[in-house]
């Protein structure tokens, strides 16, 4: 069977495009002798078959070997369907961890670094007549700490927060067939308060005498047309939607503005054109949606917004990092709003595109974080920079995400509370992300020990069990206003870092709860623990009461969403069953009403 056959990116749509998902030739290379016997030629023997695109360490795979491998190798053959004929074909990888070399017909096209974002290499110059052999080489250095792993355990089995690790191939292998003349990058920026689309975009190849065609429609509605003669490879343009229309404003129920309730899109068309001819179309779409701080509060389309986010770690029992189907992804976000929640934050993890296209679609705010190294170093600093420049490229033009999380509970600056060095890194990563995007928060250090931040993020596990009634309280006490919130140390850390301190920002509560609860096994761990659905209930509603009396707390995020291998702290299971009656869990969540943006 072939899995995750759909279009693998949402953003930039073409219609001329091949999966390569499926069976792949395969070997673990333990020696690292492949490079030096030339495993990238025809000739080499491989003795395994995977499934591509899940890790060898997952069931889907077909191999189920979750012991260390820190050199792996991919091979299957391909044909250029007639269609492409002439054109300029692009190998397109969803993500592959961690490092990667890529080999067509024998010969290398490159090599790309990062577990998490997407790469492409053009390799019309390698291709031959008839069949075509693809050659994938990947190092993923298991005990590395250096390097953004995320939940990905360093030791084989695993164990407490840290999950079986994802090596190789894990998202959509694919290749699609350009003209020369093509649009190479696409952003769009949306100003609600101007009623403006600003959209953004490079032109590879020869742009001399051609221009560009730009169609916006809103619910089949044609709202506008543009026509750019093209003078440079770098375009920009702005486009006022609203037009002195105030009912297109977001301020009416009518209005064009997303959010979770009224998740608006706009369907975007653009062709590159060379007199009549057309060189290259694509599909692509935006929502108009601002969000700020003002008044210690965050605020969705110049509306107080309460967040009410889940923490979501995107594993599967079967595919681990990579979902089995992209109904799989859409049916997360459908049951996480079924219990009330309008967001995640999706944890340790950069999320394949298509579950950012149905949090766009569905109306679902997501917090993008990115995996963290263990530890400090000049080379994980290195790293994690890159990978952000990467994500921020990749996932621009979401609508749905709305905060960019960099650090997370001083994983990767362990000493930060005393080391200069690290707090510069902290420092550094908000303002490197805001160099590369201003149309969203920021959140330095998620948890405690913050530097400049956005969102002061709190995180406080200690609500004790029903019977201790001590703990509780203090726990309750500790979120009631700003004061007791900024003197908490959760985890026995200071909210702010040393040269750092409360400057009005809104705060919320990103991680606490964690009630364990396993469905027909004893086993695992949570933060605290119930033994049946009745009792399950009663304590998410004695935490969640205790979060809506804060008069301080603009929002939260609760731990989590699933099970995952030894952690049974999630509202469903791992395979995604209900814990309980999920309208339940949405009646506990309505309960203490808070104002929403429409």
């Known amino acids: 069977m072939t899995f995750r056959q759909e279009y693998p990116r949402p953003q930039l749509v073409r219609g001329d495009w091949l999966n390569l998902n499926g069976e792949w030739?395969?070997?673990?290379?333990?020696?690292?002798?492949?490079?030096?016997?030339?495993?990238?030629?025809?000739?080499?023997?491989?003795?395994?078959?995977?499934?591509?695109?899940?890790?060898?360490?997952?069931?889907?795979?077909?191999?189920?070997?979750?012991?260390?491998?820190?050199?792996?190798?991919?091979?299957?053959?391909?044909?250029?369907?007639?269609?492409?004929?002439?054109?300029?074909?692009?190998?397109?990888?969803?993500?592959?961890?961690?490092?990667a070399m890529v080999f067509i017909n024998g010969n290398l096209v490159g090599s790309h670094e990062g577990?998490?974002?997407?790469?492409?290499?053009?390799?019309?110059?390698?291709?031959?007549?008839?069949?075509?052999?693809?050659?994938?080489?990947?190092?993923?250095?298991?005990?590395?700490?250096?390097?953004?792993?995320?939940?990905q355990y360093w030791i084989e089995k695993s164990a407490a927060i840290w999950y079986t690790r994802t090596t190789g191939i894990w998202q959509t292998v694919w290749i699609e067939a350009v003209n020369k003349t093509h649009i190479k990058k696409l952003r769009f920026t949306s100003d609600i308060d101007k009623?403006?689309?600003?959209?953004?975009?490079?032109?590879?190849?020869?742009?001399?005498?051609?221009?560009v065609e730009?169609?916006?429609?809103?619910?089949?509605?044609?709202?506008?047309?543009?026509?750019?003669?093209?003078?440079?490879?770098?375009?920009?343009?702005?486009?006022?939607?609203?037009?002195?229309?105030?009912?297109?404003?977001?301020?009416?129920?009518?209005?064009?503005?997303?959010?979770?309730?009224?998740?608006?899109?706009?369907?975007?068309?653009?062709?590159?054109?060379?007199q009549e001819q057309v060189l290259d179309t694509i599909s692509s779409y935006?929502?108009?949606?601002?969000?700020?701080?003002?008044?210690?509060?965050?605020?969705?389309?110049?509306?107080?917004?309460?967040?009410?986010?889940?923490?979501?770690?995107?594993?599967?029992?079967?595919?681990?990092?990579?979902?089995?189907?992209?109904?799989?992804?859409?049916?997360?976000?459908?049951?996480?709003?079924?219990?009330?929640?309008?967001?995640?934050?999706?944890?340790?993890?950069?999320?394949?595109?298509?579950?950012?296209?149905?949090a766009d679609k569905l109306g679902f705010l997501v917090w993008g974080e990115c995996a963290a190294s263990p530890s400090y170093s000049e080379d994980a600093v290195a790293r994690l920079t890159n990978e952000w420049i990467e994500i921020i490229e990749r996932d621009y033009n979401h609508p749905c995400i709305v905060t960019?999380?960099?650090?997370?509970?001083?994983?990767?600056?362990?000493?930060?509370?005393?080391?200069?060095?690290?707090?510069?890194?902290?420092?550094?990563m908000y303002h490197l992300i805001h160099s590369l995007d201003t149309t969203r928060l920021v959140i330095s250090n998620d948890g405690w020990e913050l530097t400049k931040t956005d969102i002061c993020a709190i995180h406080n596990y200690n609500h004790g069990q029903k019977d201790e009634v001590e703990k509780y309280n203090e726990f309750r006490n500790s979120l009631r206003t700003t004061e007791n919130l900024l003197l908490s140390r959760p985890a026995g850390r200071e909210i702010?870092?040393?040269?750092?301190?409360?400057?009005?920002?809104?705060?919320?509560?990103?991680?606490?709860?964690?009630?364990?609860?396993?469905?027909?096994?004893?086993?695992?761990?949570?933060?605290?623990?119930?033994?049946?659905?009745?009792?399950?209930?009663?304590?998410?509603?004695?935490?969640?009461?205790?979060?809506?009396?804060s008069s301080a707390l603009h929002g939260y995020c609760y731990t989590q969403l699933t099970d995952v291998e030894q952690e049974i702290n999630g509202l469903l299971t791992y395979d995604r069953k209900p814990k309980c009656d999920l309208q339940l869990l949405k009646k506990i969540n309505d309960m203490w009403h808070v104002p929403i943006v429409r």
């Open 115 to 151: 577990g998490h974002t997407s790469f492409s290499f053009d390799i019309t110059n390698y291709l031959q007549d008839g069949n075509q052999t693809l050659v994938v080489r990947v190092e993923d250095p298991s005990i590395d700490e250096t390097i953004p792993r995320g939940k």
């Open 496 to 549: 702010y870092t040393k040269g750092y301190h409360h400057s009005g920002e809104p705060i919320l509560l990103t991680e606490f709860g964690g009630i364990g609860y396993k469905v027909g096994d004893d086993s695992g761990w949570g933060y605290t623990s119930v033994t049946n659905e009745e009792d399950f209930l009663a304590d998410y509603e004695r935490v969640m009461k205790a979060v809506y009396e």
């Open 195 to 211: 009623g403006d689309i600003t959209i953004d975009f490079e032109v590879a190849g020869d742009y001399i005498n051609k221009k």
């Open 25 to 99: 030739d395969f070997e673990f290379d333990d020696q690292n002798i492949g490079l030096e016997e030339k495993w990238f030629k025809e000739s080499a023997e491989y003795e395994q078959k995977i499934n591509v695109p899940f890790a060898y360490q997952t069931k889907l795979s077909g191999i189920n070997d979750s012991t260390f491998h820190d050199w792996v190798w991919y091979r299957r053959e391909f044909t250029i369907p007639d269609s492409m004929n002439g054109k300029q074909i692009i190998l397109h990888f969803g993500a592959v961890d961690y490092r």
């Open 286 to 358: 935006f929502g108009m949606r601002k969000i700020h701080t003002e008044n210690g509060m965050v605020y969705l389309n110049n509306r107080p917004y309460y967040q009410k986010l889940v923490l979501d770690q995107g594993y599967w029992p079967e595919g681990l990092l990579t979902a089995p189907t992209d109904e799989d992804l859409k049916k997360d976000i459908e049951l996480t709003k079924e219990m009330g929640f309008n967001g995640c934050r999706k944890h340790q993890k950069v999320e394949d595109p298509r579950f950012l296209y149905w």
């Open 404 to 428: 960019w999380v960099p650090i997370n509970e001083s994983w990767g600056v362990p000493s930060i509370c005393n080391n200069d060095q690290q707090i510069h890194h902290s420092a550094a």
């Open 214 to 274: 730009i169609d916006i429609t809103f619910k089949d509605e044609v709202i506008a047309n543009e026509t750019i003669q093209i003078y440079e490879n770098f375009v920009k343009r702005s486009i006022n939607l609203y037009n002195r229309k105030i009912f297109r404003t977001g301020f009416h129920h009518v209005g064009w503005n997303w959010s979770p309730e009224n998740p608006n899109l706009f369907d975007v068309k653009i062709r590159v054109k060379e």
